[in-house]
């Protein structure tokens, strides 16, 4: 049963849904469920106590990562990775991301840019708390976006981040993930404080890259594709800077 005194009290007003998008996903990518089992809403409304609604809720969001399938009169199914699918939409988060940095770098206020540096500093004192952490990393990125001042820019990013939140999150099972996250994190705050949007762009990326390599490690060569195209970028961003 999904228990949300279970999760930090940061967390606690996290929706059923999305607990079980973020459980679900983690039992896809780590194979627990396996590619072609059939995800029957009444078993998994069952399995955690909940309704069928929040559980519907959960279908649609996998289904629009890719990590599983909906056909008609037939229900969904665990997806046998679709490894371009995927890899779009890490592509996708990446520009993003490298597009909201390198515009916070140049247009951030000082108060947006104090609020980076103690979100930061707190999240150092939540490496060793996965959910704690998760949250603050969010909060991270969320500032980095506001500080692009492009309200287009911003939606887009969320909305994307949305659909594919839930497979970046989990690589926080991996042990040591929160701190070598907090270390990319600590260069791009270094080069946003610097004002270096180049060196900002290229720590975003690697940023990005340490993330797809991390679930590559989780599922092995099914997402191997989409850490080597990111890392393959992040290697040309950094020969071009």
């Known amino acids: ?93 990446t520009e993003l991301e490298v597009a909201c940095v390198r515009l916070a770098t140049m247009r951030m206020t000082k108060g947006e840019m104090d609020k980076l540096v103690a979100i930061h500093a707190q999240a150092s004192q939540n490496l060793f708390d996965e959910d704690g952490y998760y949250d603050l990393n969010d909060r991270f990125h969320a500032v980095i976006y506001q500080g692009s001042h492009n309200d287009v820019l911003i939606e887009t990013t969320h909305m994307l981040g949305a659909r594919i939140g839930p497979i970046y999150r989990v690589q926080n099972t991996l042990a040591h993930r929160a701190r070598q996250s907090y270390a990319e994190h600590d260069r791009i705050v270094a080069a946003v404080l610097k004002g270096d949007a180049i060196a900002a762009e290229v720590a975003m990326r690697a940023h990005m890259a340490s993330s797809s390599m991390m679930l590559e490690r989780l599922h092995g060569n099914v997402l191997g594709a989409l850490a080597g195209a990111v890392s393959r970028r992040t290697g040309a961003a950094g020969d071009k800077s």
């Open 1 to 93: 049963m999904l228990d949300d005194t279970e999760k930090s009290p940061k967390r606690q007003f996290v929706t059923r849904a999305e607990l079980l998008r973020e459980t679900l996903t983690e039992e896809i990518i780590s194979g627990k469920l396996q590619p072609g089992a059939r995800l029957d809403e009444q078993e998994i409304a069952d399995r955690f106590g909940v309704s069928r609604t929040p559980v519907r809720e959960a279908m649609r969001h996998l289904v629009a990562t890719g990590l599983a399938q909906s056909q008609p009169h037939h229900g969904a199914t665990v997806s046998w990775f679709d490894s371009e699918r995927i890899t779009a939409l890490l592509d996708a988060a």
